[in-house]
T-cell receptor, first 112, second 113 residues
Framework: AQSVTQPDIHITVSEGASLELRCNYS??????LFWYVQSPGQGLQLLLK??????LVQGIKGFEAEFKRSQSSFNLRKPSVHWSDAAEYFC??????????FGTGTRLKVLA | NAGVTQTPKFQVLKTGQSMTLQCAQD?????MSWYRQDPGMGLRLIHY???????DQGEVPNGYNVSRSTTEDFPLRLLSAAPSQTSVYFC????????????FGNGTRLTVT
């Protein structure tokens, strides 16, 4: 069965520092991979997605993610974090149908 | 363009009461779904629909009912509310298969006392 693991429940970084949020998935074929961001009191917003092709994908708000098949990972990165990036981040995987599996989320805190 | 609209934003129910959470989208999306979000558990799929007249169960369907009479609307009914249904509920839609990205509403926070 498919699964998604986000090993870090909470992460705290200083403003201006780099960020990497981890996501590991379990799926037999090449998955469809997503990162979503949820600001307090809001729904989830798509940051970026990977379907095929270049394994490094660029998203909105300066985020990028790299698909590494050998490690079953799709980690999210940002070179310099802004205070407005404080939010909860969800990794999700799909199998090319209507089904999506979400990770449990990583809550990001940004120190001024 | 409103996207996905959920009402109400907040609701408090007593155990045993019923209610309907509304969800409407104006993007002509085939796929609509309901998730519940609980701390430490991420999002869990309750029910979904791949088109008008077609619905199916997700991971946690017990205690919930859905119908899809139009492309735009996908209401979620709580038949007899229980404290375990205290959660934040999200409606989401997407264009079609092949895991098109989901568009989410802003959620309904439900408390059952």
């Amino acid at each position: 069965a498919q699964s998604v693991t986000q090993p870090d429940i909470h992460i705290t970084v200083s403003e201006g520092a780099s960020l990497e949020l981890r996501c590991n998935y379990s799926y037999g074929a090449t998955p469809y991979l997503f990162w979503y961001v949820q600001s307090p009191g809001q729904g989830l917003q798509l940051l970026l997605k990977y379907f095929s092709g270049d394994t490094l994908v660029q998203g909105i708000k300066g985020f990028e993610a790299e698909f590494k098949r050998s490690q079953s990972s799709f980690n999210l990165r940002k070179p310099s974090v802004h205070w407005s990036d404080a939010a909860e981040y969800f990794c999700a995987v799909g199998e090319g149908t209507y089904k999506y599996i979400f990770g449990t989320g990583t809550r990001l805190k940004v120190l001024a | 363009n409103a996207g996905v609209t959920q009402t109400p934003k907040f609701q408090v129910l007593k155990t045993g009461q019923s209610m309907t959470l509304q969800c409407a989208q104006d993007m002509n999306h085939e796929y609509m779904s309901w998730y519940r979000q609980d701390p430490g558990m991420g999002l869990r799929l309750i029910h979904y629909s791949v088109g008008a007249g077609i619905t199916d169960q997700g991971e946690v369907p017990n205690g919930y009912n859905v119908s899809r009479s139009t492309t735009e609307d996908f209401p979620l009914r709580l038949l007899s509310a229980a404290p375990s249904q205290t959660s934040v509920y999200f409606c989401a839609s997407s264009y079609g298969p092949d895991n098109s990205p989901l568009h989410f509403g802003n959620g309904t926070r439900l408390t059952v006392t």
